[in-house]
């Protein structure tokens, strides 16, 4: 599966310095369909709360980006927008979008597959992805 | 559901935290020299200390593909986002206390529109 070494590979190439810096803690889940990259994200701007978003990389994930969700922090098998920052907390991160929540960053599924449909995620990054993602979950 | 650690190897990198890597001197070396942590490759150079901040900051760009995006990124030592790329980098040196050599990252700005 061609897509899913992609995926791995880009996993791979995320630089430590940042995961180190941010404490993201990333940890990978194969499914059937799909990779899924989870990493811990602490928000400055939100005392220091920790949320975990999940990636899932599918077939498509070239021209449909990388398909966004939270979890719980202490259960990465519960997902959905219970486990999102409550909507208009965190720039960029519409919990309250219809038909599903989703975040206004380049590289995400919700970008590229709901909110921006004309710009395609070619040349977008995950290591630029999260660290933009850290930025607004930082910014006060 | 089974999580696991990672199973991959991160790319190694420098130094894991932003900070100054010498001691502070009395005044601003000439030569100062500069790290930058970017999300591609690192830059690693020496520079002179007349120079603007602004060279680093190109030279840096252009390992992330950033050419023409100057907008998009910052130029930030510890948690101090480096704004007037015109000073000098004796100049901030001089601020900040850096010794003979220094790292910096270079940090995408959240594109939200």
């Given at each position: 599966m061609e897509w899913a070494k992609a995926a791995l590979d880009e996993i791979d190439e995320l630089r430590r310095h940042w995961v180190v810096r941010h404490g993201w803690s990333p940890s990978v889940h194969k499914t059937d369909d799909a990779i899924e990259l989870f990493v811990r994200i602490t928000s400055r701007r939100l005392a220091n709360r920790i949320y975990v978003i999940k990636l899932a990389y599918g077939p498509e994930w070239r021209e449909a980006g990388r398909r966004e969700d939270f979890v719980d922090p202490d259960d990465y098998a519960k997902a959905g927008r219970?486990?999102?920052?409550?909507?208009?907390?965190?720039?960029?991160?519409?919990?309250?979008?219809?038909?599903g929540p989703a975040i206004?960053?380049?590289?995400t599924f919700g970008y590229?597959?709901?909110?921006?449909?004309?710009?395609?995620?070619?040349?977008?990054s995950l290591g630029r992805l999260l660290l933009e993602l850290q930025g607004v979950f930082d910014e006060t | 559901m089974i999580i696991s650690e990672t199973p991959f190897q991160l790319r190694p990198a420098g130094p894991s935290t932003s900070k100054e890597l010498a001691m502070p001197s009395s005044g601003p070396p000439n030569q100062v020299e500069i790290t930058v942590i970017t999300t591609a490759d690192d830059l690693h150079d020496t520079f002179n200390?007349?120079?603007?901040?602004r060279v680093v900051f190109e030279r840096a760009l252009t390992l992330v593909g950033?050419?023409?995006?100057?907008?998009q990124f910052s130029l930030v030592f510890g948690n101090e986002t480096?704004?007037?790329?015109?000073?000098?980098i004796g100049d901030y040196a001089q601020q900040f206390g850096w010794g003979s050599s220094v790292e910096f990252e270079l940090v995408p700005k959240p594109v939200v529109v």
């Amino acid at each position: 599966m061609e897509w899913a070494k992609a995926a791995l590979d880009e996993i791979d190439e995320l630089r430590r310095h940042w995961v180190v810096r941010h404490g993201w803690s990333p940890s990978v889940h194969k499914t059937d369909d799909a990779i899924e990259l989870f990493v811990r994200i602490t928000s400055r701007r939100l005392a220091n709360r920790i949320y975990v978003i999940k990636l899932a990389y599918g077939p498509e994930w070239r021209e449909a980006g990388r398909r966004e969700d939270f979890v719980d922090p202490d259960d990465y098998a519960k997902a959905g927008r219970d486990h999102w920052p409550v909507h208009g907390t965190v720039r960029a991160v519409l919990t309250n979008n219809n038909p599903g929540p989703a975040i206004c960053l380049k590289g995400t599924f919700g970008y590229h597959s709901m909110l921006h449909t004309t710009e395609r995620p070619a040349g977008t990054s995950l290591g630029r992805l999260l660290l933009e993602l850290q930025g607004v979950f930082d910014e006060t | 559901m089974i999580i696991s650690e990672t199973p991959f190897q991160l790319r190694p990198a420098g130094p894991s935290t932003s900070k100054e890597l010498a001691m502070p001197s009395s005044g601003p070396p000439n030569q100062v020299e500069i790290t930058v942590i970017t999300t591609a490759d690192d830059l690693h150079d020496t520079f002179n200390s007349h120079q603007p901040l602004r060279v680093v900051f190109e030279r840096a760009l252009t390992l992330v593909g950033g050419h023409g995006q100057e907008d998009q990124f910052s130029l930030v030592f510890g948690n101090e986002t480096l704004t007037d790329l015109q000073r000098t980098i004796g100049d901030y040196a001089q601020q900040f206390g850096w010794g003979s050599s220094v790292e910096f990252e270079l940090v995408p700005k959240p594109v939200v529109v």
